[in-house]
């Protein structure tokens, strides 16, 4: 059983479209990240959200945590080519600090 | 800035072959992990450390063991490698302070066996 679903887990827009990939669960979490990987690297914090309905902007991403921390989304405005990646949402499991991540959700942002 | 150096790119291996791959981190944190990415199934976890000679199983641990002698290093070992083990395999390092601290991932290691 996934902790964690990421949706859609393929996203293929053009340049200048808006965007929102969601990632859900049905467990209460203390705090979730986001991640983004480009080809070839490791995946790379982009931002992590701890209070419920917290809403955090970096650039033209914007991250909102659940009223009930049990999902989040991520919204890009204008997407641009150097968007594309594949992004991850993770969780703390337990009580010894496991990190487990979703599927996933591939971007693909044409020009 | 943070650096977590896996020992090899890439690796290419024969069925039943013992494997080690290596991971070293050079900001002294007490918590490392390794990963397996295949398409479509994001990372899974396979092993936690979250501290020197401490390991967790994570949530696909068969097939697997780990080595944390030292702080700084956290050792992935396929004792048989099967095909069914190609794919990449990633470390993370990070602080103990806080289950919200970054994870700083190494390059990946893809692995390839015949």
């Known amino acids: 059983t996934q902790l964690l679903e990421q949706s859609p887990q393929f996203l293929s827009i053009q340049e200048g479209e808006n965007l929102t990939v969601y990632c859900n669960s049905s467990?209460?979490?203390?705090?979730l990240q986001w991640y983004r990987q480009e080809p070839g690297e490791g995946p790379v914090l982009l931002v992590t959200?701890?209070?419920?309905?917290e809403v955090k902007k970096l650039k033209r991403l914007t991250f909102q945590f659940g009223d009930a921390r049990k999902d989040s989304s991520l919204h890009i405005t204008a997407a641009q080519p150097g968007d594309t990646g594949l992004y991850l949402c993770?969780?703390?499991?337990?009580?010894?600090?496991?990190?487990?991540f979703g599927q996933g959700t591939t971007l693909q942002v044409k020009p | 800035d943070v650096k977590v150096t896996q020992s090899s790119r890439y690796l290419v291996k024969r069925t039943g072959e013992k494997v080690f791959l290596e991971c070293v981190q050079d900001?002294?944190?007490?918590?490392m992990f390794w990963y397996r990415q295949d398409p479509g199934l994001g990372l899974r976890l396979i092993y936690f450390?979250?501290?020197?000679?401490?390991?967790e199983k994570g949530d696909i641990p068969e097939g697997y063991s780990v080595s944390r002698e030292k702080k700084e290093r956290f050792s992935l070992i396929l004792e048989s490698a099967s095909t069914n083990q190609t794919s990449m395999y990633l470390c993370?390092?990070?602080?103990?302070?806080?289950?919200?601290?970054?994870?700083?991932f190494g390059e990946g290691s893809r692995l390839t066996v015949l």
């Open positions: 450390s979250y501290d020197v000679k401490m390991k």
């Open positions: 993370a390092s990070r602080t103990r302070q806080g289950w919200a601290g970054e994870l700083f």
């Open positions: 959200v701890v209070t419920g309905g």
């Open positions: 993770a969780v703390p499991s337990g009580n010894t600090g496991k990190l487990i």
């Open positions: 467990s209460v979490f203390s705090s």
């Open positions: 900001m002294d944190h007490e918590n």
